[in-house]
């Protein structure tokens, strides 16, 4: 049998559990007998259960995680003519939400664990300059002490891309991701650690302002059916991801403890021969198991070709998208280094010992 080719897959988001699968369907055939579909009493004991969590005044819970990031911005005053600044290193989602807010994205330098370097900053400053939108990228907090100061310093608002790193905590300052600052965005979409199954997000806030806001842009800038306040589209939360999204708390230590314990392995395992990241007890939810190395493209195909789903997060910077040829952004140092050494290894709370195994084997193989 050594022809057969094992495979590892990144993520499997299949809910093939018997107990698991019966509760969702449980929650479905609840939903629907109660003919509340969207909003309404889920959604309230959802938003409540994800401020009590994250020790949040309020959380709105809104359509995806998008939408989160976007809204919070909106409604923290965030739009045409001010510059925000943010990370070249993230999935567009950040961009893009910052970028249809009408404001300008100014962009700084990231550090070895990926997320925007405080000391980078400082330099990108100005008149113009509203809020700083660091992302946990990977599902590891940024140097949030540093950040606040410099927002404190000059009265930027922070505003946390907390979209992987539902979760991670900050022991010193008992502090979650998200809570850090003015407002917080996160996914719960099913590819992130505290997950519904489709799009989600929410938005979690300690100011009254923020909070009375978004709840009239996620819907039309109006509440229920009182005159439109401010001109905005659409981005209500369904039931039934509230609902989801409660259940999927009961499972949350368990998946986080699992993902970290398989990224200390990796660790133990690899780090020889490639750079492996530090993993956190509190401030590191590993949304994402990431190494570096400067054989990372012929590593990413032999893994490929042995069956092991490995991916490249990003190849591209978000400003050297097509979309945003028209910015014109200088040369990040250490982003553009990063950008070319880093794979994504399978790192979830469904893989056994034989899969995790495997994928380190044929890591050392390669080097070897
Ligand atoms: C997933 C993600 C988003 C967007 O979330 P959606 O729910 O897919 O809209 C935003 N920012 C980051 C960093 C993400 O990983």
Redesign the pocket.
Known sequence: MNNVIKTVKFRDLSVKDTKLKNELLKIFEDVLSSGQLILGQQVELFEKKIADYCKAKYAIGVS??????YLALKASDIGFGDEVITTPF??T??LN?IVMTGATPVFADIDENFNIKSSEIENKINTKTKAIVP?H?AGKLCEMSELKKICDSYQLKLIE?A??AFGAYDKLKNCFAGNFGYAG?F???P??VLNSYG???VVITNEKKVYDKIKKLRYLGAINQNPCEFVELNHKIDSLHAALILNSFKYLNTNITKRRKIAEFYNLCLNKYVTCPKILKHEHVV?EYIIRSDKRDELEKYLISHGIECKVRYRYLMPEQPAYRYLNFKSLKNANIIKNQVLSLPCHEKMTKRDTNYVVNKIINFFN
């Not at 995806?64 to 990031?69: D, E, F, I, R, V």
């Open positions: 995806n995680g998008t939408s989160a990031l993230s999935w989602a950040t939400a992302v990228y891309d979209a992987q965005a996914s719960l979409n590819m992130k799009d989600a997000g949304f």
